[in-house]
């Protein structure tokens, strides 16, 4: 790629991202009172955030039985009321031990 496409990438890429983040500034201007569009628009970062992680969840790993494992551990803990910290180490970990059983059948 040369740098003339990279930088019409780049406008490109910038000029969608700028109008994604305006357009409701733009549209909206006074507070939203709708108790529904409010629920809604709460519960949106963590609709994408999920949408985004599970299905990496799953193609991380060597074996999808290790990333259900770990997956299963990481919810289990986190029900559990667990810090964000000991959830992601023991998930990680159990995810380490069950590929390393897989590994030697």
């Known amino acids: 790629m040369n740098i003339k496409v990279f930088f019409i990438y780049l406008i490109i890429m910038a000029v969608s991202t700028y109008l994604i983040r305006v357009i ?34 799953f193609t991380a790993t060597g074996s999808i039985i290790s ?6 551990v990481a919810v289990l803990l986190a029900l559990k009321g667990k810090s964000l910290t000991v959830v992601a180490l023991l ?11 897989i590994g030697y059948f």
């Open 24 to 57: 409701p500034f733009v549209l909206v201007r006074n507070q939203i009172k709708n108790k529904f569009i409010r629920s809604f628009l709460h519960y949106i970062p963590y609709a994408v955030l999920t949408a985004m992680t599970i299905p990496a969840i």
């Open 91 to 101: 998930s990680c970990a159990s995810v380490f031990i069950v590929e390393f059983v």
């Open 67 to 72: 990333a259900a494992v770990g997956f299963a």
